[in-house]
């Protein structure tokens, strides 16, 4: 009876443990994300930005090259092919904190990011694909 309940925990302990490892189906590489914006209160929409970078398996939030250096992811988490995240940025004018969630399908992804910095939101609509392997 003992030996059975022990391989059985240990069953379950391995089960836990490789689904919280399994990230999301994310096909590593050189990326393409384009962000579609719209700030609360204004009457336009600024044209949508596209910009490229390389994500690994574990780096999976997609980030322009200006955020690099002066960006902090605060908290990720992954749920299936799901990836939320916080991150806090400084600049010039002042801080941002940005949170999102993105769905990947392999070779592309879908999302929002939300944004608010000087007191002024703005919601991004964030797409994404896969061009190929990092140079």
């Given amino acids: 009876m003992v030996r059975y309940f022990v391989v059985l925990m ?9 689904s919280a490892m399994a990230g999301p189906d994310i096909n590593p590489g ?7 914006m719209k700030i ?4 336009f929409s600024p044209p949508p930005i596209t910009y490229t970078h ?11 090259p200006e955020s690099e250096d ?34 990947y399908n392999g070779d592309s992804y879908a999302g929002t990011v939300d ?3 000087s007191g002024m939101t703005m919601n991004s609509t ?6 190929g ?3």
């Fill in 40 to 43: 609360a209160g204004m009457p």
């Fill in 30 to 36: 050189k990326w393409q994300s384009k962000s579609v």
């Fill in 115 to 117: 944004v608010v910095t």
């Fill in 70 to 103: 002066k960006c902090t992811m605060v908290d990720t988490s992954v749920s299936g092919n799901t990836v939320t995240w916080r991150m806090e940025c400084e600049s010039e004018g002042g801080k941002s904190i940005s949170t999102g969630s993105i769905t």
């Fill in 10 to 18: 240990v069953a379950a302990l391995f089960m836990c443990g490789t």
């Fill in 54 to 64: 390389c994500m690994t398996e574990e780096d999976t939030v997609p980030r322009s």
């Fill in 126 to 131: 964030i797409t994404g694909k896969r061009l």
């Fill in 133 to 135: 392997a990092c140079d």
